[in-house]
């Protein structure tokens, strides 16, 4: 190899490991995890102050979101912290209950406006992009007790929330997520009871709070591509949770459990949106059990035409929260459910003891698996503009938290190959989390944070970790440097 060759074939090396020019990165929270403020300046109660309040042993460690990181009096705080690291985006949400404390357009709280306009401002004036979430989990306690989400009259309510969100804050924002991980509000809430509000009408609340969900996402989508987006010009999406599921064996019934965990999980929501209506095999499968456990009718609710009309479309951009991956199976009599799948799967999957663990029991660190979720993205909805809206490790909280490091190193390395090698079109990324914060029913014993939170501290004291400089330096080079090491902090070993 001559010497032009090689300048050459070590300058494609280069390119080939650096990010786009234009993809963009961020870091992601959520209202109820870092606000506190619970009850402060005319805010409403929600379905979270009233779940940790009324049932306090549901939380690992006895805690709540009542202070949090605080987040409500420290916006200059963690604006600095965004400017420091560099970011070009800030993906948040908006507490519903702090701008209608009963979650209805009669009465609006000033001071909730104010809030989420100075919080704004603030980034805007640093150059950092607000991305919103509308909804993140944290329904107003008066809209629980009309049934919450099963209850299909809440679209009304989320559209008219909606409506008031873009002409309050659409001509600065120009991202909207209308929902945070559809799934687990429905399964996790209204089925399994794991999270707030902790029903358990098992294959019945899922289903129905879905239906709600998905027409309220779609009515809220049509409002603004109606009444806004010709001024506004700006981007309406929903965000879904993604794990991947993989064959555990070779062999086509294998094949077909791994797909089949896909569609039910992801394919629930992203189906109707890309393609109209629910997948074929959900569909198949749930009137099947149905008619066997002697339901008169199906418990996957139908759509109309007008419905799947209204919701097909929907969507300028996916939102997609990738951590983890699992070994899928068909189901037999000696298997054991998988917890993150409704039982109407049929199939069961499982995380090996071999994978590396982190601080969560439901997640291993498998950074293969984000290359073949956005793989298989871009095959079953054509390709679509993709942001990932969460990503990140749990641990214990340590500021060399050299695991997050290597997590992040290789994870980014799979999402460049998946955009560099495969075409992939994913558009940014955004770190789970800028902060320490509230992990719901973990409480505060998970660290997510690239920042450490010190919550003895009344102050709420942030402190950078190694992982928060070393994402600083990918975002300023848009480049994935295993050997960087910033001043301060040891070397860690590979991966």
Known sequence: MNFVTLTLFLVYQVHALSFPENFKFGFATA??????????????????????????????????????????????????????????????????????????????????????????????????KPIVTMYHWDLPLGLHQLGGWPNIALVDYFVD????????????????????????????????????????????????????????????YRLYEKKYKQHQKGLVGMTVHAVWFEPAAEGKTYAEAADISLQFMFGWWEHPIYKGDYPPVMRKQINYLSAQQNFTKSRLPYF???EIKLI?????????????SFLCSPLDSSAVQNPLLSPDSNVTCYQPSSWQST??????????????????????????????TENGYSDTG????????????????????????????????????????????SGYMQKFGLHYVNFSDPNRARTPKMSAYVLRNIIKTKKIDTTFTPQGFKACPPS
């Open 31 to 128: 209202s109820y995890q870092i606000e506190g403020g619970w009850n402060a300046s005319g805010k409403g109660p929600n379905i979270w102050d009233w779940y940790t309040h009324t049932y306090p042993t549901r939380i690992a460690d006895l805690t709540n979101g009542d202070v949090a990181c605080d987040s409500y009096h420290k916006i200059a705080t963690d604006v600095q912290l965004l400017k420091n690291i560099k970011a070009d985006f800030y993906r948040f949400s908006i507490s519903w209950a702090r701008i209608f404390p009963n979650g209805q357009p009669n009465n609006i709280n000033p001071d909730g406006v104010r809030y989420y306009n100075e919080l704004i401002n603030l980034l805007l004036s640093n150059n950092i």
């Open 161 to 220: 929330y909606a409506d008031k969100l873009f002409s309050l804050f659409g001509d600065r924002v120009k991202t909207w997520i209308t929902f945070n991980e559809p799934s687990q509000i429905c399964e996790f809430g209204y089925s399994r009871g794991f999270l707030a509000p902790g029903y358990t009408q098992l294959g019945i609340g899922n289903y129905m709070c879905g239906r709600t969900l998905l027409i309220a996402h779609a009515k809220a």
């Open 304 to 306: 109309t035409k007008d």
């Open 312 to 324: 097909k479309g929907t969507a300028d951009f996916l939102g997609l929260n990738y951590y983890t």
């Open 359 to 388: 601080a969560s029991s439901w997640m291993k660190v498998t950074p293969w698996g984000f290359r073949k979720i956005l793989n298989w993205i871009k095959k079953e909805y054509g390709n679509p503009k993709v942001l990932v």
């Open 398 to 441: 340590e500021l060399q938290d050299c695991n997050r490091v290597n997590f992040l190193n290789d994870y980014l390395t799979e999402l460049l190959n998946a955009i560099k090698k495969d075409g992939c079109n994913v558009q940014g990324y955004a770190a789970w989390s800028l902060l320490d914060n509230f992990e719901w029913g």
